[in-house]
């Protein structure tokens, strides 16, 4: 992976390992402390310290704020209790005029918010096919308030050029968020792309251990910053710290695991990619990707997330998800341990067949999220499922 250096001029392995590490006064602790206190004492008459109430602000989730505003190259960051919550952060602070412009493939969770807020008449919503330019040009047209992001898109891998969309959304007078969930900043990093926000489900990579849930934006200007940790007050959607400290921890390995994940997804990959019963595999770290390109120039690595499609459809999932080893049947992704899903009946289930058959989502596709158990274990567990397919 390309380290890149940041303003600081620290790389970024460097700030995710030891952003706050040695800087506790009271004990001279390594590790910084978390605090629980929902309340802090005033100094005086009239006189409040820098924190006051957890709910407005909190020294441990301040912490991991600052450190994932730094990786992603922002201002600031605003840390929620969930990756909805975060982008939720974003949307409920616009009003029944606003145009939000969303990819009509974007994460399931994203579409049932946007839509919810619409049916309400509390936002206006469109959704379009991102990869498509025309439609795109066509789409800003209507003047959107925000245009959201989302690449590598959820399951299918899509890839779309954050700066060329982005580019475009501000000349139109967007603001521009990228959900930079499925690569992390070790690989992605949307604000030198010219985004405005950067949104996390810190559930996947961030805190990479699949025991926390939580979200985070991050946005480029410090006056955005300063009224979405006013918006996050008011609505009360700030993470609890104790998430904020165990997420923390997982960023603190954030390099290491990602580097060594996406080096096994490569190997899978490329191995799936020969195998008889598979049909076709979509990672663009594969030449044959028709994300390839686009990812060898946005990405600085192709990650860990990828899907295919089992040649016997329906039928040998059952098979494959009956006999494969290793990795657990069990939707998320981003851990230290592999996952596998199927689309259809899991994560993609409310999309209904019809909208799963026009975004390309086949009854035989599966996901999967390359954890860190050995390469040869995992090709051999997924060989066990394959095997079970032809038989
Ligand atoms: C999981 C996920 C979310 C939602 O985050 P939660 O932490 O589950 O609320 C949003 N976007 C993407 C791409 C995700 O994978």
Redesign the pocket.
């Known amino acids: 992976m390309v380290e890149k250096p940041i303003a600081t001029g620290r790389a970024m392995p460097t700030i995710a390992a030891a952003h706050g590490v040695a800087t506790d006064s009271a004990f001279g602790a390594v590790v910084p402390p978390i605090y629980l206190s929902s309340t802090y004492e005033f100094a005086g008459y009239d006189k409040p310290r820098a924190y006051d109430y957890g709910r407005s602000g909190n020294p441990t989730r301040d912490l991991l704020a600052e450190t994932l505003a730094k990786l992603e190259g922002g201002a600031g960051a605003i840390i929620t209790s ?4 975060a ?1 939720d952060l974003l949307v409920g602070r616009l009003r029944p005029t606003d145009l939000v412009l969303a990819p009509h493939d974007c ?1 399931g ?2 579409i049932r918010l946007l839509k919810a807020r619409a049916e309400r008449g509390q936002i206006k919503l469109r959704l379009v096919d991102q990869g498509d330019h025309a439609a795109f040009a066509d789409a800003l047209t209507d003047k959107p308030a925000l245009v959201l992001i ?1 690449t590598p898109s ?1 399951p299918l891998m899509r890839v779309v050029d954050i700066a060329a969309l982005s580019a475009k959304s501000r000349a139109v007078g967007a603001a521009v968020a990228v ?1 930079n ?2 690569l992390s900043p070790a690989i992605q990093r949307p604000i030198a792309l010219g985004a405005d926000y950067v949104i996390h ?4 990579y961030l805190n990479g251990h699949s025991d926390v ?3 985070a934006v991050v946005a480029a200007d410090p006056a955005q910053v300063a009224e979405l940790r006013h918006w996050a007050n008011v609505v009360g959607s700030s993470g609890a710290p104790f998430d904020a400290w165990l997420t923390l921890r997982g960023v603190r390995t954030l390099f290491a695991r990602v580097d060594q994940q996406q080096r096994t997804a490569i190997s899978i990959a490329t191995y799936l990619e020969a195998h008889p019963a598979v049909a076709r595999v979509h990672y663009p770290g594969l030449a044959s990707d028709p994300g390839h390109a686009l990812a060898t120039r946005q990405q600085s690595g192709y990650g860990a997330m990828l899907s295919f499609e089992l040649a016997g459809g329906v039928g040998a999932v059952q098979s494959f998800i009956g006999a494969v080893q290793i990795v657990t049947l069990a939707e ?2 981003g851990g230290v341990e592999s996952l596998i899903s199927h689309p259809a009946t899991m994560t993609h289930a409310d999309m209904g067949a019809e909208a799963r058959a026009a975004a390309g989502i086949s009854d035989g596709l599966l996901r999967l999220s390359v954890g860190l158990e050995a390469e040869q274990d995992l090709i051999r567990g997924l060989e066990q499922g394959l095997n079970a397919c032809s038989a």
């Open positions: 969930s990756g909805m919550a982008f994460y969770g994203t989302e959820n959900d969930t499925f489900s810190t559930t996947k849930i939580g979200g998320s992704l």
